[in-house]
């Protein structure tokens, strides 16, 4: 079973920041924790554009995060369609798997 279907957005503690996954890079960890709490508002692992995502987040979005999301698909912790949303992955969900609620 896929663990996009067992784990869901809720399901992550977002109450701290994501430092010290497997990325080592805080930018990349802040739009992680960024990216979980927009799909907790959105009730599950919906597909985004950088448009739905920027219009999320509770602070200014800068172009760098762009470049951050963009890294991130490369890193395949998300998946990018044609039409340029976004979508999360497995990998996405075993990056932050150690801030999984107990």
């Known amino acids: 079973m896929k663990l996009l ?3 869901k957005p809720g399901d992550i503690n977002t109450k701290g920041h994501f430092y010290n996954t497997l990325l080592q890079n ?11 709490i927009n799909a907790t508002k959105a009730g599950d692992w919906l597909p985004f554009t950088f448009k739905q ?3 999320a987040c509770g602070h ?3 172009e760098s995060e762009r470049e951050e999301l963009d890294e991130l698909f ?5 998946d990018k369609a044609e039409d340029g949303h976004y979508e999360f992955t497995d990998k ?9 609620k107990a």
Do not use: P, Q
């Open 92 to 100: 996405f969900i075993k990056t932050i798997i150690d801030f999984v």
């Open 60 to 62: 200014e979005v800068t």
């Open 53 to 55: 995502y920027e219009d």
């Open 74 to 78: 490369e890193l395949a912790l998300l």
């Open 26 to 36: 805080c930018e990349k960890e802040v739009i992680l924790r960024n990216l979980v």
């Open 5 to 7: 279907e067992t784990i």
